[in-house]
């Protein structure tokens, strides 16, 4: 049976632990076997981001060394991670000739959650269903970083009872940025107050994403503004039967 | 600027309503433009990553590349300095300056209209005209030319309109982006005398009549300059009012202030460029005004000033990927942060995505801080011509890879609070002990400050807590439940079925329409542009109805266009001399391009620039077999001629609100009479 890694990520791991357990079903039910490396922390992406490679370095140079542990291609449910260990990987380590090939073996293995479906396993019926209408919003890093956007769209399109409805300027960021958004709150604000009033637009109750952070800041905003929509990861539409 | 000033800024450009507008009208109508305009080249994917090969090959080798222009501009006739800094590049402009041979006899005699605001330039102060030009702002010239009693004079209407207001431009391409119509109607009214008005047409003549006299009473004309072509020592200029064209070729001295990363290699390479230039910045698939300056023309001079002013530290450092830039401004159109905050905010000549790049590498690390101000959404790097990668390198000046010091400063711009509490998280994040043990903490002090809910509200103070409420962390966290939960996953029904892998077939973007025979393509592309195509066999006698339907007697003549006896016979004479009283002018055009409706005049002797440039009307006459596909096929032809121009439909301005405005410096009307022969 294929085994696959999967590198939970922090947020997921200690906000939506329900969104892991919905990726783990999904994949065992396509037959896939699920791997937790129990010494995974972060991938270094907060540091990194924020100009603190010192702090970053340690920290993804633990992540390497918990990987290399294992074998199998390493699925992540969010587009940002994923990018960070393919892209940012190798800029942190661009003049180290002992690290940069390990970096790059280990974004080799990575695949976004839903690129690991639709372009790895080539599924994109899961035989999920839901009541109602969907809108999504496709998140930056995933996106622009990873050009990953017709994947979420496919499986979206096959989830049987669903009506999606586009979100207009879909693609504009939420404001969310990691630590951008306590950084600068007021640019953050305003960024997500116009994803908010897109999602009213679109008319949806629920706002699908592939990426946690997205999803902490979009339903962070609604509940401040005591808006009913919910905004939910696309591993736990995939998995409703 | 430190963290707090710039805060304050972005807080005061948030709460100026008039702003607001207008850079949510900029933010529409820019990105979509751009777009629109893009996709009517099948290949510009393609052509964006061939601009960032050529850009990048280009800074590699950029001494050598530097010489070859250098040596070549200076057979060609230009006088070229070298300048390594701001102090340097002032200098050298003043130097010239001080010895140029000035008109101030034939300003007196023009003093005919007074505008209250030009009525002090009319003494014995030499004049300078001078052109949009983005470098010129960064060495901070005009302020070091008035402060040794020289009046310059900004000429593009936006910039016209902020030197007025005695600010900086707050857009790259657009300066006066920050203001609506109605500030620029008080604006007029206060320092030029008219009446109040928000007629956008209204305003932009005034500017016109203002600027005329400039125009042909200064001094010296200044530009900057958009391409530099090293093998042929030429430069490339675009723009849209006509100023341009005004500044590089009325006056007796014309001087270009060049950054050094300006330059290409070839015309071939200035073509590709300027594919994917105008369509980016404007959403034009060619400026109005696209003119290829190879040699001073007569009884004029022409200086290049190679500005260096950091671009070689930049160069050296990680940050060089942004000496790509063509400065189209596409990354802050794009950019949600500029669209809430506009230029003025980042406090830096360059603002936007780029700006928050190149401001730290060129001026230093104060302005480390506005890259933090990003969440690197990449919306810039997917804007950007040359594909230049900014996300990374903003992340680059957060790292404090902007300094050349050994000893860098990560995290600049950081507060204290998010310095602390990212230290503190990757001390944990490095043993899964303790990142178990803060996870199980931070669930605890969750549950104690929000018993109830699932949310935190936190205050505002704490950044998060200024828009939005904090999730309670998971009772237990995933890697609690998945040890737990493993049995019982396991003894679950894995059904293995249900899998019909539908593959989506996805639209293909539309083929583009077949192509048009050239001179109907020409004609619907110079229509597109407000032109006007009239099919001919004898231009003589059709334009000598169309002069006649306008009631129009006198006209400027490029010599030999047209049939000087057929014209004396309807009674319209001509005139070779500049005339302000004549309103059309009619010139010969050397080729058409096909796929912007473009005509190529050349300026200088035997072609005056009086039939093209400065009345209302512009008549060309143009062959049939003198129409190219593209560009690319004719950019050749500006080697014959000293200075060369494209012109693409009539003068047109959008710096009031964006809105499209025909007719400013150059001619309102351009008719184009074809020859099939």
């Known amino acids: 049976m294929p085994h696959v890694q999967l590198f939970i990520t922090c947020l997921v791991d200690s906000f939506y632990p329900q969104t892991g357990e919905a990726i783990v079903e999904v994949l065992r039910r396509l037959g896939i076997d699920v791997d937790f490396a129990r010494d995974q922390t972060c991938c270094g992406q907060p540091p990194f981001n924020a100009g603190l490679r010192a702090e970053a370095r340690p920290i993804v140079e633990h992540a390497i060394k918990v990987f290399e542990k294992t074998t199998g291609d390493i699925v992540m449910p969010s587009g940002s991670c994923a990018h960070m260990i393919k892209h940012g990987y190798p800029e942190l380590f661009a003049d180290d000739p002992d690290w940069l090939p390990r970096a790059q073996a280990l974004g080799n293995r990575v695949y976004e959650f839903t690129e690991y479906l639709v372009d790895k396993l080539g599924v994109t019926d899961l035989g999920a269903q839901w009541d109602g209408t969907l809108t999504y919003h496709p998140s930056c890093h995933a996106l622009r970083g990873m050009k990953i956007d017709r994947q979420p769209r496919a499986l979206l399109a096959n989830v049987r009872g669903a009506q999606i409805v586009e979100l207009p300027n879909a693609e504009d960021c939420c404001g969310f940025g990691g630590i951008f958004s306590v950084e600068h709150p007021e640019l953050s604000a305003e960024e997500l107050k116009r994803k908010i009033d897109n999602l009213e637009k679109s008319k949806s109750p629920t706002l699908v994403v592939t990426e946690a952070g997205c999803l902490m800041h979009i339903a962070g905003g609604l509940h401040r503004q005591k808006k009913n929509q919910r905004v939910m990861h696309i591993a736990e539409i995939l998995n409703t039967q | 600027m430190n963290n707090t000033e710039f805060r304050s800024r972005i807080r005061k450009s948030l709460a100026n309503q008039h702003l607001q507008i207008a850079l949510d009208i900029n933010a529409e109508r820019r990105v979509t433009r751009r777009i629109n305009a893009l996709e009517t080249l099948p290949d510009w994917r393609e052509r964006r990553q061939r601009a960032h090969a050529v850009r990048a090959e280009m800074i590699e080798h950029l001494d050598g590349y530097l010489e070859q222009f250098a040596e070549k501009a200076k057979q060609n006739g230009v006088i070229v300095h070298r300048a390594k800094d701001a102090a340097e590049a002032v200098k050298i402009v003043l130097e010239i300056v001080k010895d140029s041979p000035q008109r101030r006899e034939s300003r007196k005699e023009n003093q005919k209209e007074s505008f209250a605001a030009l009525s002090t330039l009319r003494g014995e102060k030499v004049l300078i005209a001078k052109s949009k030009s983005m470098v010129t702002e960064e060495v901070n010239l005009n302020h070091a030319l008035e402060a040794e009693g020289i009046r310059v004079i900004e000429t593009d209407l936006g910039e016209f309109i902020v030197q007025l207001r005695g600010e900086k431009p707050s857009h790259i391409i657009t300066p006066a982006l920050h203001l609506r119509r109605q500030d620029v109607g008080e604006l007029f009214r206060d320092k030029l005398g008219i009446e109040y008005t928000e007629d956008i047409p209204t305003l932009t003549n005034t500017a016109r009549k203002v600027l005329r006299e400039v125009f042909l009473t200064a001094d010296v004309g200044i530009t900057g300059a958009n391409f530099a072509v090293a093998e042929e020592g030429a430069i490339c200029l675009v723009t849209n009012e006509g100023n341009g064209r005004m500044v590089t070729t009325i006056p007796p001295i014309h001087i270009a202030l060049i950054g050094i990363e300006r330059l290409v290699r070839n015309l071939d390479d200035l073509a590709l460029m300027l594919s994917l230039l105008p369509r980016s910045a404007t959403g034009q698939k060619l400026s109005v005004y696209t003119q290829i300056?190879?040699?001073?023309?007569?009884?004029?001079?022409?200086?290049?000033?190679?500005?260096?002013?950091?671009?070689?530290?930049?160069?050296?450092?990680?940050?060089?990927?942004?000496?790509?830039?063509?400065?189209?401004?596409?990354?802050?159109?794009?950019?949600?942060?500029?669209?809430?905050?506009?230029?003025?905010?980042?406090?830096?000549?360059?603002?936007?995505?780029?700006?928050?790049?190149?401001?730290?590498?060129?001026?230093?690390?104060?302005?480390?801080?506005?890259?933090?101000?990003?969440?690197?959404?990449?919306?810039?790097?997917?804007?950007?011509?040359?594909?230049?990668?900014?996300?990374?390198?903003?992340?680059?000046?957060?790292?404090?890879?902007?300094?050349?010091?050994?000893?860098?400063?990560?995290?600049?711009?950081?507060?204290?609070?998010?310095?602390?509490?990212?230290?503190?998280?990757?001390?944990?994040?490095?043993?899964?002990?303790?990142?178990?043990?803060?996870?199980?903490?931070?669930?605890?002090?969750?549950?104690?400050?929000?018993?109830?809910?699932?949310?935190?509200?936190?205050?505002?103070?704490?950044?998060?807590?200024?828009?939005?409420?904090?999730?309670?962390?998971?009772?237990?966290?995933?890697?609690?439940?998945?040890?737990?939960?493993?049995?019982?996953?396991?003894?679950?029904?894995?059904?293995?079925?249900?899998?019909?892998?539908?593959?989506?077939?996805?639209?293909?973007?539309?083929?583009?329409?077949?192509?048009?025979?050239?001179?109907?393509?020409?004609?619907?592309?110079?229509?597109?542009?407000?032109?006007?195509?009239?099919?001919?066999?004898?231009?003589?006698?059709?334009?000598?109805?169309?002069?006649?339907?306008?009631?129009?007697?006198?006209?400027?003549?490029?010599?030999?266009?047209?049939?000087?006896?057929?014209?004396?016979?309807?009674?319209?004479?001509?005139?070779?001399?500049?005339?302000?009283?004549?309103?059309?002018?009619?010139?010969?055009?050397?080729?058409?391009?096909?796929?912007?409706?473009?005509?190529?005049?050349?300026?200088?002797?035997?072609?005056?620039?009086?039939?093209?440039?400065?009345?209302?009307?512009?008549?060309?006459?143009?062959?049939?077999?003198?129409?190219?596909?593209?560009?690319?096929?004719?950019?050749?032809?500006?080697?014959?001629?000293?200075?060369?121009?494209?012109?693409?439909?009539?003068?047109?301005?959008?710096?009031?609100?964006?809105?499209?405005?025909?007719?400013?410096?150059?001619?309102?009307?351009?008719?184009?009479?074809?020859?099939?022969?």
Not at chain 2, 556 to 565: Q, S
């Open chain 2, 293 to 677: 300056i190879h040699k001073p023309l007569a009884n004029q001079q022409r200086h290049f000033i190679l500005l260096d002013n950091g671009r070689s530290r930049l160069r050296n450092s990680p940050l060089k990927e942004s000496l790509l830039c063509i400065r189209c401004g596409a990354c802050m159109n794009a950019c949600p942060v500029f669209r809430e905050i506009g230029g003025h905010a980042y406090n830096s000549i360059y603002p936007g995505p780029i700006g928050s790049v190149i401001s730290a590498g060129l001026f230093g690390s104060e302005f480390v801080p506005l890259a933090q101000a990003s969440s690197l959404c990449g919306a810039c790097k997917d804007a950007c011509p040359v594909d230049i990668d900014l996300p990374k390198l903003l992340v680059r000046v957060r790292a404090g890879e902007a300094k050349e010091e050994k000893r860098k400063e990560e995290g600049g711009g950081l507060s204290l609070t998010s310095r602390f509490f990212l230290k503190m998280y990757s001390r944990f994040a490095l043993s899964p002990r303790l990142f178990t043990l803060s996870q199980k903490f931070a669930a605890l002090t969750s549950l104690i400050l929000s018993s109830f809910s699932r949310w935190i509200r936190l205050p505002a103070f704490t950044g998060w807590g200024y828009s939005k409420d904090f999730p309670r962390f998971a009772g237990k966290t995933f890697r609690e439940r998945f040890v737990e939960s493993d049995s019982l996953l396991s003894d679950r029904q894995r059904t293995e079925n249900n899998r019909a892998v539908r593959n989506m077939v996805y639209e293909n973007t539309q083929e583009q329409a077949l192509a048009l025979h050239k001179v109907e393509r020409f004609t619907k592309e110079l229509n597109a542009v407000h032109g006007h195509v009239h099919k001919t066999e004898k231009p003589s006698q059709s334009i000598v109805e169309f002069l006649q339907s306008r009631g129009i007697n006198r006209i400027h003549l490029e010599p030999g266009v047209l049939d000087e006896d057929a014209l004396a016979k309807a009674g319209i004479t001509v005139s070779y001399a500049p005339d302000p009283a004549i309103r059309v002018g009619v010139t010969q055009a050397i080729c058409g391009l096909a796929d912007t409706g473009s005509i190529l005049e050349a300026d200088g002797e035997g072609n005056p620039l009086h039939a093209s440039l400065l009345p209302e009307i512009h008549l060309a006459v143009l062959f049939t077999s003198r129409i190219y596909p593209s560009l690319e096929n004719a950019i050749h032809l500006a080697r014959d001629t000293k200075s060369a121009v494209f012109i693409t439909g009539p003068s047109a301005t959008g710096d009031i609100e964006s809105v499209h405005t025909i007719g400013v410096h150059g001619p309102g009307e351009v008719h184009v009479f074809l020859v099939d022969d």
